[in-house]
């Protein structure tokens, strides 16, 4: 069993010291969440080739007139994402993951930028590649994404580090809409890791070659460990970031602290990316508590 996984205890050790720090402190919470949603959704549409920066994410968002031209078809999948993103912090804790939600959030997400296939699975001869990948079978969408929920409910014992991998990995090989997989694949993510009452997660644009490397690695082998290392990783970058804050203090840059301490900064960073040191990255910035003593 997983769980007696190293990486599976350490996220298990975080996610009782990031509870026990988050009592009384819901309004703090939600401003961290609510500051994750233009970074998340520039990561996301960024990996799907969007031009938009972070900054411009956010001010569309805001709704903040752009130095430049945007395309209506941007605008809308920044805007629509975000409400997705939001709406699941609520869903996940109201109900499970099954394929109504799924057509929900699709709908959420497409509904101004293809309302043809808005909402509904792929049906026909709608077939789609995704580089050297051929999707299944439309006629196959629905009894696979099936079986795909039967197994993240039944293999609890597999741990969730490998279950949410899986779960994205078997989703975005079904591709069972016509457009949107990526964003609502990861999506998922985050519904199953809230629904079973871990922090949300976001994969990183910096971090898409690995990821594609995952998505490669489960097409041509069936095996999910790259997609377990980034979902790990991404775990504890989460859960350091929110005890962090929930826990009071200076937070600095990774730089500053290689500075003050004197110690290699280099050496911090590759710490970092590794996650064994309680460094999050924010805004495309390694930050750590300033009394971290290491």
Same mark, same amino acid.
């Given at each position: ?6 990486? #599976?205890?350490?996220?298990h050790?975080?996610?009782?010291h ?13 401003l ?12 996301s549409?960024a ?13 569309i968002?805001?709704k ?7 395309s ?5 999948e920044?805007?629509?994402l975000a409400? !997705?993103?939001?709406y699941?912090h609520?869903?996940?804790i ?8 799924? #057509?929900?959030?699709?709908k959420?997400?497409?509904s101004?930028i293809?309302?043809?296939i ?7 001869n709608?077939?789609v ?5 051929i999707? @299944?079978?439309?006629?196959e !969408?629905? @009894? ?12 609890i014992?597999a741990?969730?580090?490998?279950r949410?991998?899986?779960?994205? #990995? ?7 809409? !016509?457009?949107?997989?990526?964003r609502?694949?990861? !999506?998922?993510?985050n ?20 990821y ?8 041509t ?8 290392k ?11 970031k ?5 826990a ?5 840059r ?16 590759n710490?970092?990316?590794r996650?064994?040191?309680p460094a999050? #990255? ?13």
């Amino acid at each position: 069993m997983e769980y007696t996984d190293s990486a #599976l205890t350490e996220i298990h050790q975080l996610r009782t010291h990031f509870y026990q720090l988050a009592l009384g402190k819901d309004s703090l919470l939600r401003l961290m969440a609510e500051a994750e949603v233009p970074e998340q959704v520039y990561d996301s549409n960024a990996i799907e080739n969007s031009t938009l920066s972070l900054d411009e994410t956010e001010k569309i968002l805001r709704k903040i007139d752009l130095d430049r031209f945007i395309s209506e078809r941007e605008m809308f999948e920044a805007r629509n994402l975000a409400r !997705v993103v939001e709406y699941i912090h609520t869903k996940a804790i109201e109900s499970e993951l099954d394929l109504d939600v799924m #057509l929900v959030l699709h709908k959420m997400l497409i509904s101004n930028i293809r309302d043809d296939i808005a909402g509904r699975f792929r049906t026909d001869n709608e077939w789609v590649r995704v580089g050297n990948h051929i999707a @299944p079978d439309p006629k196959e !969408v629905v @009894p696979r994404l099936g079986k795909m929920l039967a197994d993240l409910r039944g293999q609890i014992g597999a741990g969730i580090i490998r279950r949410v991998a899986r779960l994205h #990995l078997t989703f975005e090989n079904i591709h069972p809409f !016509v457009d949107g997989n990526g964003r609502i694949g990861r !999506v998922l993510n985050n519904f199953v890791l809230i629904r079973e009452g871990y922090v949300p997660i976001n994969i990183k644009f910096i971090d898409r070659d690995k990821y594609y490397d995952a998505l490669r690695e489960f097409d041509t082998k069936q095996t999910t460990k790259l997609m377990e290392k980034i979902v790990e990783l991404a775990l504890k970058n989460s859960y350091h970031k929110r005890i962090t804050y929930l826990a009071g203090g200076e937070i600095i840059r990774l730089v500053d602290y290689a500075k003050k301490y004197r110690q290699s900064h280099s050496n911090l960073i590759n710490k970092a990316h590794r996650q064994t040191i309680p460094a999050f #990255l924010e805004r495309g910035v390694w930050k750590i508590a300033d009394s971290y003593r290491g």
